[in-house]
């Protein structure tokens, strides 16, 4: 198995960092390596095979401030033959004009966007507008634990069932 990287942004008790936690636990014990944004390095970047990015939505739509200081670091990092993978948080009642926003900038900002594995659908959303929906699928998972809690382990181990063969690790 190739190495894996789960970057985040957010607190150390936050949403962000219980999501990551609970991605690589579905991936099992010893095969992820966690990084929040706000210490992580190019060099951390570059030492995995798979990246899996994470972040929240803040306010209407922004990235968490972590992320905004660590986007340039992500666009400078020799990542060409790396698989990525997006997730995001977000509130689609309270932000129903930017659900996941964060996501959506954080690929916007990718330098190679055709390395992004694991769309998910907008199924099961209520939402009208998110810059991380693309061709009718987000370009990642969307998770809301404000609105939809209930249902954020579910998609995790069906995400990271999804990222487990389109890393190409079965």
Request: hydrophobic fraction near 35%.
């Amino acid at each position: 198995m190739g190495k894996i990287g789960i970057f985040y942004g957010g607190s150390p008790k936050g949403s962000t960092h219980k999501a990551a936690q609970y991605i690589g636990k579905n991936f099992g014990k010893g095969q992820v390596e966690y990084h929040n944004v706000s210490s992580a390095t190019r060099e951390d970047l570059e030492k995995y095979d798979y990246l899996i990015l994470g972040t929240s939505a803040w306010g209407i739509g922004e990235m968490h401030q972590d992320w905004e200081r660590f986007i340039d670091v992500l666009v400078e990092a020799k990542i060409e033959d790396k698989k990525i993978a997006i997730f995001g948080l977000g509130d689609q009642v309270e932000y129903p004009e930017s659900f996941v926003d964060g996501m959506g900038t954080v690929f916007c900002r990718l330098p190679f966007k055709e390395n992004v594995v694991g769309y998910w659908p907008t199924k099961g959303y209520s939402y009208y507008f998110s810059t991380a929906e693309k061709d009718g699928k987000f370009v990642g998972l969307a998770l809301d634990e404000d609105s939809q809690p209930e249902l954020t382990e579910e998609r995790i181990s069906k995400w990271v069932s999804q990222l487990r063969e389109e890393f190409q690790l079965n």
